[in-house]
Each structure stands twice: as C-alpha cells, then as structure tokens.
C-alpha cells in the first residue's frame, strides 16, 4: 500500500518524502490495480461487487428453503455484473490491440523514417561528391580560359614561323660572317708573324752590313795618306757608305709603313 509521504517543517528546512516501496514497485502495484480493476475513483472497485454477487449467489444457493426466485434473481444481478466486468475489459482489450496495431504502425514508421534519413545520408554524400567534382570542373574551365585567352593574346602562327625563318636566316648569316672573319683574322696573323720574320731578317742584315762598313771605315782611316788619289779614293768611299746607309734607312722606312698598314687591314 502506497504511503504519502509527510513534510516536516523546521528551521525553514523541508525533508524529503519517504516510500514504503520503491519506484519500481510502485508501477507493478500500480499496474496490478488497473489490470484487475481493484481502484477505482467512484463507488466501490468493480471486482469486488462482482465478488460479493457471486457470494451472495453461492450463500443463497447452500441454503435448504425453497429460494428459486431468490436464487434466479442473484443469478441475473451475478451475471449482469460480470457483463458490466467483462466490458471494460473488452474495451481495455481493444484498447490493448489498438495500441499494439499503433505501436506496429509507428515502427513501421520509424524505421521508413530511418531508412529515409540513410537515403537523405546517401543523397548528401552524393551531392557533395558531385559539387566537389563541379569545382574541380569549373576550376578546370577557368584555368582553360585563361589558357584560350593568352593564346589568342598571342600573333599567329604563320607570323611566328614566319618570323622563326627571318631569324634563322639572320643567324645563318651571322654564323657565314663569323667564319668569312675568323678565317681573314687567321690570314692576317699568319701575314703579320710573316712581315715580322721579314723585319727581323732585314733588321739583321742591316745591322751586320753596317758593322762591315764601320769596320772598313776604320780600316780605311788608319792607313797613311800617301797621295791625293787615295784622299779622293776614300772620299769616293765615303760617298758610297752614306748612300748605302741612306738606302738601308729608306728600306726600313717602307718595310714599317708596309707593317702599318697590313696591322690597320
């Protein structure tokens, strides 16, 4: 039996109710009470009054005297509370199966809105790949475009090879040069270390034809004057060794001139 629970008031302090039985126990008495309809919240609990007609039923019927009237009516009242017993039972019944049938219907439900809510799962991955694959399209496009668009910045084709061509032609040409320069540089080297030895040759030879000259000049000036024919003899000498020396001179002038002007070609 349920016990209420009493408030002890001290000090502005408020104790927490206390149970004969827990929770738990409660909803099984509970339970217990609407199933054989013991409770009820007006007149007396429906399972008793059917106990009492079938008592009075039964006591009337153990009795010796002549009760048949009495008996036939008990039995009528007997019955008649087992009907009105047995309907809400039939009501607690139906209202048992709708409940079970709703319970059906609602796990039904459920599981559709579940498999409603993979599906809707499965759709959202599927669009999220599609948009990831739209971007990296319309990426694609747009690097694409950038492409299409510098291309058409640039000349044509034909201008291009055709300015290739001019360009290579201007190289061949200065390649053609190149070697036409190397080759006359390479000429003029052999030229000029030709005009040196000759230089050097001749600048040899003069040197030794003036040292036989100095010494015949000498030689010449250490013998007596005996006559007037040898003072004429050796001025005729003199003559002849300054106009070979002019002539020496004359040659080393027009060999450096000629050097010059080979080193300036």
């Known amino acids: 039996m349920l016990v209420k629970g009493r408030k002890v008031a001290g000090r502005g302090e408020e104790m927490a109710a206390h149970y004969a039985f827990g929770p738990l126990e409660d909803d099984k008495i509970i339970k217990h009470r609407l199933l054989t309809r013991t409770t009820t919240t007006r007149g007396e609990p429906p399972l008793k009054k059917l106990q009492k007609k079938f008592i009075s039923f039964s006591l009337?019927?153990?009795?010796?005297?002549?009760?048949?009237?009495?008996c036939e009516r008990l039995y009528k009242a007997f019955l008649q509370e087992m009907t009105t017993f047995e309907l809400p039972l039939l009501k607690s019944k139906a209202i048992i199966d709708a409940n079970l049938r709703e319970k059906e219907n609602?796990?039904?439900?459920?599981?559709?809105?579940?498999?409603?809510?993979?599906?809707?799962?499965?759709?959202?991955?599927?669009?999220?790949?599609?948009?990831?694959?739209?971007?990296?399209?319309?990426?694609h496009k747009e690097e694409c475009e950038a492409i299409r668009r510098l291309i058409a910045m640039q000349p044509p084709r034909?201008?291009?090879?055709k300015t290739i061509s001019e360009l290579e032609k201007e190289i061949v040409a200065m390649e053609a040069e190149n070697i036409s320069g190397s080759r006359t540089l390479e000429l003029r080297k052999k030229q000029f270390s030709l005009l040196l030895h000759v230089v050097d040759e001749l600048q040899n030879t003069i040197e030794e034809e003036q040292k036989s000259l100095a010494e015949e000049l000498r030689s010449a000036m250490e013998e007596p004057k005996t006559s007037m024919e040898g003072m004429e003899g050796q001025k005729s000498l003199?003559?002849?060794?300054?106009?070979?020396?002019?002539?020496?001179?004359?040659?080393?002038?027009?060999?450096?001139?000629c050097s010059e002007a080979m080193a300036v070609d």
């Open 158 to 161: 034909s201008e291009t090879q």
């Open 238 to 257: 003199a003559e002849e060794l300054r106009d070979a020396m002019e002539e020496q001179k004359n040659n080393v002038e027009d060999a450096s001139g």
């Open 106 to 139: 609602f796990d039904e439900l459920q599981e559709e809105i579940h498999r409603q809510i993979l599906r809707a799962q499965a759709d959202i991955e599927d669009l999220k790949k599609q948009l990831e694959d739209s971007k990296i399209e319309r990426q």
């Open 60 to 70: 009337e019927i153990d009795k010796d005297v002549d009760n048949h009237s009495d």
